[in-house]
């Protein structure tokens, strides 16, 4: 299938198949697939019961906007200054962010609320 390209690659293929896209940018990448399943749950443990949904969403949304709303900005950016293989170091960053306020977080085993709950 061909198609658009980005920075010599095909869009079509995956992402770790891209041109510049190395072993810690799949590290990270697949570091942060991992969380995503289990999002929901990570952050139901982290509020009470009181405030739950708000805190959820609100997290969710703020998240969202902060690194999903931005990408579209970055990566219209960066090629419009011709460094469009600079997207995936962008890429990169957002995910070892995510991953070390993952490890920041509380262990839930010990501080959750979820464990009091019937």
Same mark, same amino acid.
Request: net charge negative.
């Given at each position: 299938m061909g198609g658009a390209t980005l920075a010599g690659g095909d869009l079509d293929a995956p992402v770790a198949e891209q041109p510049g896209c190395r072993p810690p940018e799949r590290t990270a990448q697949a570091v942060v697939s991992f969380y995503s399943s289990i999002g929901g749950l990570i952050k139901a443990e982290m509020f009470p019961i009181e405030v739950r949904a708000l805190a959820v969403g609100l997290s969710y949304a703020v998240a969202n906007a902060a690194f999903?709303?931005?990408? +579209?900005? =970055?990566? @219209?950016?960066?090629?419009?200054?011709?460094? +469009?293989? =600079?997207? @995936?170091?962008?890429?990169?960053?957002?995910?070892?962010?995510?991953? @070390?306020v993952s490890l920041w977080m509380p262990d839930p085993s010990r501080e959750g609320y979820l464990r009091d709950e019937p």
């Amino acid at each position: 299938m061909g198609g658009a390209t980005l920075a010599g690659g095909d869009l079509d293929a995956p992402v770790a198949e891209q041109p510049g896209c190395r072993p810690p940018e799949r590290t990270a990448q697949a570091v942060v697939s991992f969380y995503s399943s289990i999002g929901g749950l990570i952050k139901a443990e982290m509020f009470p019961i009181e405030v739950r949904a708000l805190a959820v969403g609100l997290s969710y949304a703020v998240a969202n906007a902060a690194f999903g709303g931005s990408a +579209e900005f =970055v990566a @219209l950016w960066l090629k419009s200054l011709g460094r +469009e293989e =600079v997207f @995936l170091r962008y890429v990169t960053a957002m995910c070892g962010l995510t991953l @070390l306020v993952s490890l920041w977080m509380p262990d839930p085993s010990r501080e959750g609320y979820l464990r009091d709950e019937p």
